[in-house]
């Protein structure tokens, strides 16, 4: 069975770091590209950054650049999510997310199917 585990959120001050990350089994994770979405009380998801496993290829939503980092362990089946400088308003679920095929910039779209999903690890930013 395809599982995604989300883990590493927290409450953290503005200004603070987080490093989250995303266990997957049950799947070759070589075939999927994985993505990092949140989803804020009231609010649409947001495409964050997704990345190609197999070869490394990352794509980052225009608002996320520069903060966010998305990086692969292969032989840890692990995806990470390194947030700097986080502000309140990053406050949110984290979800990951596996679609098989390609990676592109528009997994990121608002709405973009995808195969597998986690069940979120929620992160506070206090200000």
């Known amino acids: 069975e395809a599982q995604l585990v989300e883990s590493g959120g927290g409450l953290v001050q503005a200004g603070g770091s987080l490093r989250l990350s995303c266990v997957a089994s049950?799947?070759?994770?070589?075939?999927?590209?994985i993505g990092w979405f949140r989803q804020a009380p009231g609010k649409e998801r947001e495409g964050i950054s997704c990345i190609s496993t197999r070869d490394g290829v990352t794509y980052y939503a225009d608002s996320m650049k520069g903060r966010f980092t998305i990086s692969s362990d292969n032989a840890k089946n692990t995806v990470y999510l390194q947030m700097n400088s986080l502000k309140p308003e990053d406050t949110a679920v984290y979800y990951c997310?596996?679609?098989?095929?390609?990676?592109?910039?528009?997994?990121?779209?608002?709405?973009?199917?995808?195969?597998?999903w986690g069940k979120g690890t929620q992160v506070t930013v206090s200000s």
């Open positions: 997310a596996a679609l098989w095929g390609v990676v592109a910039g528009t997994w990121l779209d608002n709405g973009h199917r995808m195969d597998y």
């Open positions: 049950g799947f070759i994770l070589d075939d999927y590209g």
